[in-house]
């Protein structure tokens, strides 16, 4: 058994204790590990270089059975509404160190998925979930804006409505899937925030979900960007965009409150990517100072490297204790808003030190594209900002301390 199953299977032994998995799940761990060992991580590069994930990403994470848990039966998904099969999912991706892949699942069966199948009605979701599970179709979500990012009251994308159906106009950025993507979540605005009164300026928003090739629906560039190389993270325009009422998701200006009832799953899922892939780089790591030789000894016997290194563990070793009860939680309907705010920004702040900790033990092969643990680092960097920035994170914290 190599180093990396001898650390993961302790850790997997751990969770699955903790998170009473049987062997459905390992048999899905199992596989999952197997395909993004042999399937996604010798095609990391070229993917990279594309700027994008071939489609061929999505059907095969499909057809082995990876998207779309909660897709019922009827419309191709197993129905089944267990989110740890989407954690085992997100981290085994991401334990390779393949983040870019493992937002794109994430996007499809923890983020935005919910949406149709809490929020459409059942003609809906016979128009929209067919091909989600087979990875035929794609999704995304579009929410921030190029002046509204935190501040999603500050939406300014308009819906304006003309018999039986919406004229959508405004632009949205940094959506991730944008290219790829088959459909969208669109927060929009159907009343101007003055309109739903001063004092809310969180009402007036609404969800219409948007085919891609709906005429007026434009989209911009693939954003170049610090890390996640693989992922289309686009700019999109709408141009007078004609969208059918048919296609709004509940009511008008219920888009606020939506969208905060479904940030949570999306925060605990960026949690485990964050636990995982820092696992990941840290056993990449251990192997790395083993092997690596400096003043006639391993750096591993360095005592600066020793005292990281036993840090760091302790620091993941206290994250996937956490990460595990809040997934817990979760399965019991139980994970508060507040909490899914502290596992959040704790983790992946714990993963960005991991990062750099661990590109610092490297010396200056860390630096290089062709060391993991490069990758790693700049991949972690938007841990702490997308799904809620850590300032938002502290804010929604401190306001359940009653501050
Ligand atoms: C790679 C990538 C992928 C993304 N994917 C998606 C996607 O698929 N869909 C989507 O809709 N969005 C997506 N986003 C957008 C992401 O969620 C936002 O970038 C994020 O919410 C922050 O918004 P902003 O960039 O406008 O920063 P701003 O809101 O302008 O924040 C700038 C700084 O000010 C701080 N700040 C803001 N408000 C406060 C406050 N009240 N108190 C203290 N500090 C504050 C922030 O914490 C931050 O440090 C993505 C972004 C990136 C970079």
Same mark, same amino acid.
């Given at each position: 058994?190599? *180093? +990396?199953?001898?650390?993961?299977?302790?850790?997997?032994?751990?969770?699955?204790?903790?998170?009473?998995?049987?062997?459905?799940?390992?048999?899905?761990?199992? #596989?999952?590990?197997?395909?993004?060992?042999?399937?996604?991580?010798?095609?990391?590069?070229?993917?990279?270089?594309?700027?994008?994930?071939?489609?061929?990403?999505?059907?095969?994470?499909? *057809?082995?059975?990876?998207?779309? +848990?909660?897709?019922?039966?009827?419309?191709?998904?197993?129905?089944?509404?267990?989110?740890?099969?989407?954690?085992?999912?997100?981290?085994?991706?991401?334990?390779?160190?393949?983040?870019?892949?493992?937002?794109?699942?994430?996007?499809?069966?923890?983020?935005?998925?919910?949406?149709?199948?809490?929020?459409?009605?059942?003609?809906?979701? *016979?128009?929209?979930?067919?091909?989600?599970?087979?990875?035929?179709?794609? !999704?995304?979500?579009?929410?921030?804006?190029? =002046? $509204? &990012?935190?501040?999603?009251?500050?939406?300014?994308?308009? $819906?304006?409505?003309?018999?039986?159906?919406?004229?959508?106009?405004?632009?949205?950025?940094?959506?991730?899937?944008?290219?790829?993507?088959?459909?969208?979540?669109?927060?929009?605005?159907?009343?101007?925030?003055?309109?739903?009164?001063?004092?809310?300026?969180?009402? &007036?928003?609404?969800? +219409?979900?948007?085919?891609?090739?709906?005429?007026?629906?434009?989209?911009?560039?693939?954003?170049?960007?610090? &890390?996640?190389?693989?992922?289309?993270?686009?700019?999109?325009?709408?141009?007078?965009?004609?969208?059918?009422?048919?296609?709004?998701? =509940?009511?008008?200006?219920? =888009? +606020?409150?939506?969208?905060?009832?479904?940030?949570?799953?999306?925060?605990?899922?960026?949690?485990?990517?964050?636990?995982?892939?820092?696992?990941?780089?840290?056993?990449?790591?251990?192997?790395?100072?083993?092997?690596?030789? #400096?003043?006639?000894?391993?750096?591993?016997?360095?005592?600066?490297?020793?005292?990281?290194?036993?840090?760091?563990?302790?620091?993941?070793?206290?994250?996937?204790?956490?990460?595990?009860?809040?997934?817990?939680?979760?399965?019991?309907?139980?994970?508060?808003?507040?909490?899914? $705010?502290?596992?959040?920004?704790?983790?992946?702040?714990?993963?960005?030190?991991? *990062?750099?900790?661990?590109?610092?033990?490297?010396? &200056?092969? =860390?630096?290089?594209?062709?060391?993991?643990?490069?990758?790693?680092?700049?991949?972690?960097?938007?841990?702490?900002?997308?799904?809620?920035?850590?300032?938002?994170?502290?804010?929604?914290?401190?306001?359940?301390?009653? !501050?």
């Amino acid at each position: 058994m190599s *180093a +990396f199953d001898r650390e993961f299977t302790a850790i997997d032994a751990a969770t699955a204790a903790r998170l009473d998995y049987g062997d459905e799940y390992r048999a899905l761990r199992t #596989a999952v590990r197997r395909w993004a060992r042999e399937r996604i991580a010798p095609e990391l590069d070229a993917w990279e270089a594309a700027g994008r994930l071939p489609r061929s990403f999505f059907t095969d994470a499909g *057809a082995l059975g990876m998207l779309g +848990f909660a897709v019922p039966e009827r419309y191709g998904g197993p129905g089944l509404r267990d989110y740890r099969c989407h954690a085992i999912v997100v981290e085994e991706i991401a334990r390779i160190g393949a983040a870019s892949c493992a937002v794109a699942v994430s996007l499809q069966n923890d983020v935005v998925l919910p949406y149709l199948t809490d929020l459409a009605s059942d003609e809906q979701q *016979a128009r929209w979930l067919p091909g989600v599970a087979s990875g035929e179709r794609v !999704l995304a979500i579009a929410m921030t804006e190029p =002046g $509204a &990012g935190s501040d999603l009251a500050g939406i300014r994308t308009r $819906a304006r409505r003309e018999g039986d159906h919406y004229v959508i106009d405004g632009a949205k950025t940094f959506v991730s899937n944008g290219q790829n993507a088959d459909l969208f979540v669109v927060a929009a605005r159907t009343a101007a925030a003055d309109e739903a009164g001063a004092a809310d300026r969180r009402g &007036g928003l609404t969800l +219409f979900v948007v085919d891609g090739r709906t005429p007026g629906l434009v989209r911009g560039r693939n954003l170049a960007k610090l &890390g996640l190389h693989a992922q289309d993270t686009s700019e999109l325009q709408f141009d007078a965009m004609r969208v059918p009422a048919a296609d709004r998701l =509940g009511a008008e200006g219920e =888009g +606020f409150g939506q969208l905060v009832h479904h940030l949570p799953q999306e925060r605990l899922s960026l949690a485990a990517g964050a636990v995982a892939a820092a696992e990941g780089v840290l056993v990449y790591t251990l192997e790395y100072v083993r092997g690596r030789t #400096a003043f006639g000894q391993p750096l591993a016997k360095f005592q600066n490297t020793r005292f990281v290194l036993a840090e760091l563990a302790t620091g993941l070793d206290l994250a996937r204790t956490y990460l595990n009860d809040c997934i817990a939680e979760h399965l019991r309907s139980a994970l508060t808003p507040a909490r899914a $705010a502290r596992l959040k920004w704790w983790t992946t702040e714990l993963q960005t030190k991991v *990062a750099d900790r661990c590109l610092q033990l490297h010396g &200056g092969y =860390g630096y290089m594209r062709e060391y993991r643990v490069s990758r790693a680092f700049a991949d972690a960097r938007i841990q702490t900002i997308y799904g809620g920035t850590t300032e938002i994170m502290k804010t929604i914290v401190a306001k359940d301390l009653d !501050l």
